[in-house]
């Protein structure tokens, strides 16, 4: 099955900075790569998402780039700001053919932004 | 996105007893997914549960201990059966329309 790693586990960065997340996954099959923030007590929220036949997406300060060849996949966020504070998961998914596997994620990162 | 009323929000269950999930869709998806979130940890699926037929768990979940319904393209069950306190978690159904939409959980303590 799939398996995917993320890195790093926490990550403190000055308000105003950059904030880059780095996964990586096993299985070649899969081909949807979402992120996901959560904020303490509530759900995860989709923040952006790439499919595999894109190698980049931005979104705002937020951008997700995709090295399908490494099986590597990058958060990006740029100009922090205090309530990007959360934990953020990656996670893998074949999805296509009228289905859909679950989704697997990784151990996630806590993102502090200090001020 | 697809709208998930998931409940209970949180209960404290007794050690041996069960506790069954719900969670509704506000419209027809033919997928529905459950996770767990243990204590500061990510989180792991449990089953997918397809309409009309048996739910298909994952290594380290099984049918006995996790039970799951789906009657419906917008319903759905999970039953975590014969509670020990390992069991406490947050446990959450997902759907996938523009992405995967998460329910807003349940957070499950066993005494």
């Known amino acids: 099955g799939e398996n995917v790693e993320q890195h790093p586990s926490t990550l403190s960065v000055q308000e105003g900075d950059s904030a880059v997340i780095k996964c990586t996954y096993s299985d070649s099959a899969s081909n949807y790569f979402p992120w996901y923030k959560q904020e303490l007590g509530k759900r995860p929220q989709l923040i952006i998402d790439i499919r595999s036949n894109v190698g980049e997406k931005k979104d705002q300060r937020i951008a997700v780039t995709l090295n399908k060849t490494a099986k590597h996949f990058s958060l990006h966020i740029t100009e922090t700001q205090p309530e990007d504070s959360a934990v953020y998961f990656c996670?893998?998914?074949?999805?296509?053919?009228?289905?859909?596997?679950?989704?697997?994620f990784g151990k996630g990162t806590h993102l502090i932004i200090q001020p | 996105s697809a709208v998930i009323s998931q409940k209970p929000s949180r209960d404290i269950c007794q050690r041996g007893t069960s506790l069954t999930i719900q969670c509704q869709v506000d419209?027809?998806?033919?997928?529905m997914f459950w996770y767990r979130q243990q204590p500061g940890q990510s989180l792991t699926l449990i089953a997918t549960a397809n309409q009309g037929s048996e739910a298909t768990y994952e290594s380290g979940f099984v049918i006995d201990k996790f039970p799951i319904s789906r009657p419906n393209l917008t319903f759905s069950t999970l039953t975590v059966s014969n509670l020990s306190p390992e069991d406490s978690s947050i446990y959450l159904c997902?759907?996938?329309?523009?992405?995967?939409?998460f329910g807003s959980g349940t957070r499950l303590t066993v005494v």
């Open positions: 996670a893998a998914s074949n999805v296509g053919g009228g289905g859909a596997d679950g989704l697997t």
């Open positions: 419209s027809q998806v033919t997928m």
């Open positions: 997902s759907v996938l329309g523009y992405g995967y939409t």
